[in-house]
């Protein structure tokens, strides 16, 4: 349980995300029931949003967490600067996010390039309508929302849970083609050094055959 110290600042840090990154016409509602939770209630409020710590992390924050894999998530992406992973309750199939390694209030322009490098793949392999961003910020740590739109989602859409074998079933059709392409590559080189090495020997053997008689 958390104590009212903890609550407290809990509280504080979701008012100022919610102030910073919510719409004008939702802040005022959204804050109130923030407020009005009690120790119990915002407990289950972050661990119903997957942003729960066990007790000896709470002061972590968690997108660091899910970074350095002390939270386990099921990532498509990487570069030097960010990482990129299934969101655990996504609005829709592919709905994702990239987060910074570095633990900072502005994310790097590699993080956006990531995303829009994951945004390429989901519009590839899912055909969605459109892909969004969203950056949000939370706990001071700016990571980068990646929405793919199919009919009318928008970041305030009601999301689900999903379970991370359901997850590793969306990573899984994202990579398949990527695999299948890198398969068909190195069967395409193999055919193609091996017609070269036919092609050599059938001109040898042609070479000998037309070779002049020697005149004693």
Same mark, same amino acid.
């Given at each position: 349980?958390?104590? @009212? ?41 972050? +661990?119903? #949003?997957?942003?729960?710590?066990? %007790? +000896?992390?709470? %002061? ?55 995303? $829009?490098?994951?945004?390429? =793949? ?19 740590? =700016?990571?980068? #929302? ?5 009919? %009318?989602? %928008? ?16 990573? $899984? @059709?994202? =990579?398949? @083609? =990527?695999?299948?392409? $890198? ?21 040898? $053997? @042609? ?10």
């Amino acid at each position: 349980m958390l104590s @009212e110290e903890e609550t407290e600042e809990i509280k504080k840090k979701i008012t100022s995300h919610i102030e910073t990154n919510f719409p004008p016409e939702q802040i005022l509602s959204a804050r109130s029931q923030i407020e009005s939770m009690n120790s119990e209630q915002l407990e289950k409020f972050l +661990e119903k #949003n997957n942003i729960m710590m066990s %007790d +000896e992390k709470k %002061d972590e924050c968690v997108f660091c967490a899910i970074a350095s894999g002390k939270i386990g998530s099921v990532k498509i992406g990487e570069n030097e600067k960010a990482i990129a992973v299934l969101d655990i309750n996504p609005i829709s199939k592919g709905h994702s996010m990239v987060i910074p390694f570095e633990h900072n209030d502005v994310a790097p322009k590699e993080a956006m390039s990531l995303a $829009e490098k994951i945004s390429k =793949e989901i519009k590839k392999k899912f055909s969605p309508k459109n892909v969004e961003f969203s950056k949000s910020k939370l706990f001071g740590h =700016e990571v980068i #929302n990646i929405l793919p739109v199919y009919k %009318d989602e %928008d970041f305030n859409s009601e999301k689900s849970h999903a379970s991370m074998e359901e997850l590793e079933k969306i990573k $899984e @059709e994202l =990579e398949k @083609e =990527e695999k299948e392409e $890198e398969e068909n590559s190195r069967e395409q080189n193999f055919k193609g050094k091996f017609t070269k090495e036919t092609d050599k020997v059938s001109f040898e $053997e @042609e070479k000998f055959l037309w070779l002049p008689k020697r005149i004693p």
